[in-house]
Every structure is written in structure tokens, then in C-alpha cells.
């Protein structure tokens, strides 16, 4: 099976080396993904078993993939009626280094409330109505997905490893957000110290705003719209919490309800004009090449994960790293290379006998597998979202973001077993 690793490794180095093979990081990532469950499935005693395998793996990847196209969707919709812009109106300094702030504290809480990828996607489109350069966009993107994988990782619904870890009963939402809260928080503000010496001088809207903005488009219709877009994504976790079903179908649902609002509040006017505001013409916006990205990606984790591959990860780091904290922290590592999903999933599975609920690894290990995961773009689904949307390139990211969330992710990590050690122990 060590045929797949070197599949996986040959993939991972040709979507870094995107620019220079010339050749887009989603047809990579696609043909990465099934090659590696083509060579497993050869390679294994039963086939059906492996089809078994890949048809379970399916049904969590579409939860993923439906949400993010359902978030992706319902942010066009909104900015197809200029939404955002009862939002930066609001927004008056043009320092930006205040904004660097504003932005990152703002995602910091949003995630913990909603969830790291969903607030990603809104704070992203939200700046790019707020800043015209480019290269400036890059990288506030930057500490948005880290200000993002921070929020999440305190919250039990704020990231889908610790969901898993609450549900799979390790953690407690009580206990986990009062641990966490403090080096999650630590995490972010030394990345944006850090950031900080970097941003310097003012900033400029970008020109294309006013023509942009639909000459019929009255503000009532642009605050219906804001307020419902909103109030669909702030509800998804409460939906999820009542009828315990996953957050895609909260998502589609408000989907299918923004719809209505939309042909409702356009439905006297003619279809040449309604037309820009349908989700069809949304659907035509969103990036589709970021989500088959993201298909390809998790298909070659998940053929690592079934084949038993990433246990043996987890099994290799237990029996040659005797310390906890040394445990945890390298899976936070190996996070920003392979999805923290199914790394979780296996140490979940490892270390469940070893640890009761509550206990300091299964906490530490919500921490760093979720805020690890922004030491590399593509390490989470919030770094995903912003390549996509930003065309942010891996090795401009590695240059630029990776060393700000690695030196977050290490203060956090000190913060944590010392406030461990002195208040908890």
C-alpha cells in the first residue's frame, strides 16, 4: 500500500508546483484522488469490500461538497443584490492595519458561532467589496483563514474535528471552550502582531463597486436580501442541534428559502432582468474548480484513510513519541498536510481506550488539529475556500501566512499546557 503514499506525495507536489507545470491544481487533485482508490482497489484481497469503503466515503465527501457549493450560493446571492454593501458602508477607516484587526477578530467569533469554512467564504467576499488590490486581499485572506481555523478550534461547532470529538464523546462543549478559548485566542493575536509589521498605509475600495451595483436594485431589496442570506447561516447550527441532522441539510434548506425570497420579491419584473438574481445565474459564479479541487483532495485522504494508511500514521507517532503533548502537537502538523478529518477520526480511534472524556488530549488535540491545519493552504477547508475565491498560489501562502499561523499555532500550544499545568492539573 505504500504505492498510494508516493501517489499522494507525487499529487501534493504537483498542485504546489501549479504555476510552474502549468497544469490547474483541480485536474491534479482529481486525477490524484482516483488514481490512489484505482491502485487500492487492485492492490486489496476484495473489491467489493473497496467499494463498500468508497461509496461510505462518498456520502461524508457530498456533505462536505454540498455544503460548501450551498454557502458558496447563498453569499452570491447576496452579493448579487449588493448586500455586502450595507456592511462596508459601515465601515469607515481606511488604515490597514484597523481593518486587519476588525476583520480577524470578527472571523475569530463568527467561526465559533457558525463554523470555520462559512465564515471564511462570508469574510473573503466581504473584503473583496472592501479592498481593491489584489495582493492586499491576499493577505488579509491569509489571517482570515487563520483567525477562521482559530475560532473554530475552541467551539464545539465551530470546526468539524471537534464536532466529531463532542459527538464521539471525548470532549464536553463546556470544558472544551473553557480550555480552549485562551490559547485559540493567543494563537490568532500572535499571528496578527506579527502581521502587523508587515501592513502599513491606507487602503483603496476597488473602482468597480458602483457598476456593479443593479440601477433597480432598491436598498430594501438589498437588506431583505442581507438579512436573510444572514439569518440562514446563523440558523444552520441551531437546525443542526434540533433534528441532529448534518449541517448540509441546514444549509439547503436555507438555500431553498433564499430562493423563494428572491423570486418573490423579483417576480413583476421581466425575465432578462430577473435572471441575475436566480441561483441558476448564481450557481454559473460560484467557483466550481475550488470544489472538484476539494472533491480530489479528500478522495486521495480518504483511500489513504481506508487503506489503513493514516492508522498507521497515528500508530507510528504513539510508539516513537512517548509524550502526549508531543503526540498532539505533531498531529496538528501532519493536519496542514492531510485533512484533520479522517487524522482525527483514526486517533480517535486509536486512543479511545487510553483516554476518558475531558482528558488533556483529546483537548489538546482539538486545538492543534484545527488551528495546525493553517500552517498550509490547503491543510483546511477554510484555506480551501480562500484559494479558490483569492486564486491565493500554495508557495505564495508558504512564503507569506504559513511562518504568521506557525508561530500562532506554537504560542497557543505553550499557552495551553501551561495553563494546563497551572490551573487544571
Known amino acids: 500500500m505504500g504505492i498510494i503514499i508516493i501517489i499522494f506525495i507525487l499529487g501534493y507536489a504537483a498542485i504546489a508546483f501549479e504555476h510552474g507545470i502549468r497544469v490547474n491544481k483541480a485536474a491534479v487533485a482529481l486525477l490524484t484522488g482516483v488514481i490512489c482508490w484505482t491502485v487500492y482497489i487492485f492492490l486489496s484481497d476484495s473489491k467489493a469490500h473497496v467499494v463498500d469503503q468508497l461509496t461510505a466515503q462518498f456520502g461524508e465527501l457530498s456533505q462536505i461538497l454540498f455544503f460548501l457549493m450551498g454557502a458558496m450560493t447563498i453569499v452570491e446571492l447576496i452579493d448579487a443584490h449588493n448586500g455586502f454593501e450595507i456592511i462596508t458602508r459601515r465601515i469607515k477607516t481606511t488604515d490597514k492595519r484597523t481593518l486587519l484587526w476588525i476583520v480577524a477578530l470578527l472571523t475569530f467569533v463568527l467561526s465559533a458561532i457558525l463554523n470555520n469554512l462559512t465564515t471564511a467564504i462570508v469574510m473573503i467576499s466581504l473584503i473583496r467589496k472592501l479592498m481593491g488590490d489584489r495582493k492586499e486581499r491576499m493577505m488579509m485572506s491569509g489571517i482570515i483563514i487563520i483567525a477562521a ?52 498605509g491606507s487602503f483603496q475600495p476597488p473602482e468597480e463597486i458602483a457598476r456593479d451595483a443593479p440601477a433597480s436594485t432598491n436598498k430594501l431589496q438589498q437588506k431583505i436580501i442581507l438579512f436573510t442570506g444572514v439569518c440562514i447561516i446563523l440558523l444552520v447550527p441551531i437546525f443542526q442541534a434540533i433534528t441532529a441532522l448534518p449541517p448540509v441539510m441546514g444549509i439547503l434548506i436555507g438555500l431553498a428559502l433564499i430562493w423563494i ?10 425575465e432578462q432582468y430577473r435572471k441575475q438574481f436566480t441561483v441558476a445565474y448564481a450557481l454559473r459564479k460560484i467557483d466550481t474548480p475550488s470544489i472538484l479541487f476539494f472533491l480530489g483532495i479528500l478522495l486521495a485522504i480518504a483511500a489513504l484513510n481506508s487503506a489503513g494508511q493514516l492508522v498507521k500514521a497515528t500508530g507510528w507517532l504513539d510508539a516513537h513519541l512517548k509524550d502526549e503533548s508531543a503526540i498532539a502537537v505533531s498531529l496538528g502538523m501532519v493536519s496542514s498536510i492531510i485533512d484533520n478529518v479522517p487524522l482525527v477520526a483514526a486517533s480517535m480511534g486509536m486512543y479511545d481506550i487510553r483516554f476518558p472524556t475531558d482528558h488533556y488530549f483529546w483537548e489538546f488535540l482539538a486545538y492543534t488539529t484545527g488551528t495546525g491545519g493553517s500552517a498550509l493552504i490547503i491543510g483546511s477547508a477554510a484555506g480551501v475556500a480562500a484559494m479558490g475565491i483569492e486564486k491565493i498560489n500554495f508557495f505564495w501562502y508558504l512564503k507569506n501566512i504559513s511562518w504568521l499561523a506557525l508561530a500562532g499555532f506554537f504560542a497557543g500550544a505553550v499557552v495551553y499546557i501551561l495553563q494546563h499545568k497551572l490551573l487544571f492539573q
Open 149 to 200: 481555523n482559530a475560532g473554530g478550534a475552541w467551539s464545539p461547532i465551530g470546526d468539524v474535528t471537534t464536532t466529531m470529538l463532542w459527538i464521539g464523546g471525548q470532549v464536553t462543549p463546556g470544558k472544551l471552550v473553557i480550555k480552549l478559548i485562551l490559547p485559540s485566542l493567543v494563537s490568532l493575536i500572535v499571528s496578527l502582531l506579527l502581521a502587523q509589521i508587515m501592513t502599513k
Open 261 to 270: 425570497v428572491t423570486e418573490i420579491i423579483h417576480s413583476d419584473k421581466d
